[in-house]
């Protein structure tokens, strides 16, 4: 018997959570708060309003930390039957870590610290806004290919700077006067901020300045940056995808507690059947013989010799 073990209950608990948490009216209260939160955190950058409601507020931080403790913890709750799920999550492992550690003495002695956590809740309203978290998520799985770009874009800034400090340093030592003056001046060139004054000034040096900022300018500001765009592109797609697989309802566990009805009363009737066949074998006689057809008796007398 199922009753009156803690399975049911259990079970009762995770469902009643996770219709909780998969509610829009907690996702309204939670996102609510997160805004609340940032909102306090203004007013605090006010020296006057912290010395007058100094009671108050630290009051309403100890109440949204107590508000986030306890969606953190209906959260786990929810995943019960699953908690390896709930873990898997970056999110879920973000929040816990944001919450988590404001309960630790170093961190609540150190008042920066504390102001970084409580700044980075304010994060935790991408989960709410499923747009913000696919930008996020995009941002993450294009590091691999912004890492590449910036590989990429170093080489290019180097070898320039280098060629410009050759050919520069003596007439524009302002610029090209060392590789740090070089690379500074071509990074500012990328976004093509005050090519025109270093186009006119190349040109009072040589006339074919034009051919080194002209290919400067295509591969930094047009080859490069359309190739991160493309990579950011790219992973913007993907997290959309990854976005729409999670939001598809996954398949449910299995029931935990008592058989449902039908199924019960149909084990319960292919028992009786068995119990029947088992009562009618059991009233046959043990002795009985069953009649065999006469063209059966008369082959089987035929193959027996002497028969």
Request: glycine share 8%; net charge negative; proline share 6%.
């Amino acid at each position: 018997m199922v009753d009156g073990t803690g399975a049911p209950k259990a079970h009762a608990l995770v469902e009643g959570s996770r219709r909780v948490v998969d509610s829009g009216w907690f996702g309204v209260v939670v996102f609510s708060v997160i805004m609340a939160n940032a909102a306090v955190l203004g007013v605090e950058t006010y020296s006057g309003v912290v010395e007058d409601w100094h009671t108050e507020l630290k009051a309403l931080e100890h109440g949204f930390l107590a508000i986030f403790t306890a969606e953190i913890l209906l959260r786990m709750v929810a995943h019960g039957d699953r908690p390896w799920d709930f873990f898997r999550d970056p999110w879920n492992l973000f929040d816990v870590a944001v919450v988590a550690l404001a309960f630790l003495p170093v961190t609540r002695e150190n008042a920066t610290v504390l102001r970084l956590l409580r700044l980075a809740r304010v994060l935790r309203a991408a989960r709410f806004l499923p747009q913000i978290r696919v930008v996020i998520t995009a941002i993450g799985k294009s590091l691999p290919g912004t890492l590449s770009f910036l590989l990429v874009g170093t080489l290019l800034l180097y070898v320039y700077a280098m060629v410009g400090w050759v050919f520069f340093a003596d007439d524009d030592p302002e610029h090209y006067g060392s590789i740090g003056r070089a690379v500074l001046t071509l990074f500012l060139l990328i976004t093509l901020d005050g090519l025109g004054d270093a186009v006119r000034a190349g040109l009072e040096i040589s006339r074919w300045t034009i051919v080194y900022f002209a290919s400067f300018v295509l591969l930094g500001s047009f080859v490069l940056v359309n190739l991160l765009i493309g990579v950011v592109i790219n992973s913007l797609e993907e997290a959309r995808a990854m976005e729409e697989a999670d939001q598809a309802e996954p398949p449910g566990p299995a029931p935990i507690g008592p058989t449902p009805e039908p199924l019960r009363e149909r084990i319960a009737a292919a028992r009786q059947a068995l119990d029947d066949l088992e009562a009618d074998l059991g009233t046959t006689p043990s002795g009985c013989r069953c009649q065999v057809p006469a063209d059966e008796e008369e082959g089987r007398r035929a193959r027996v010799p002497g028969g």
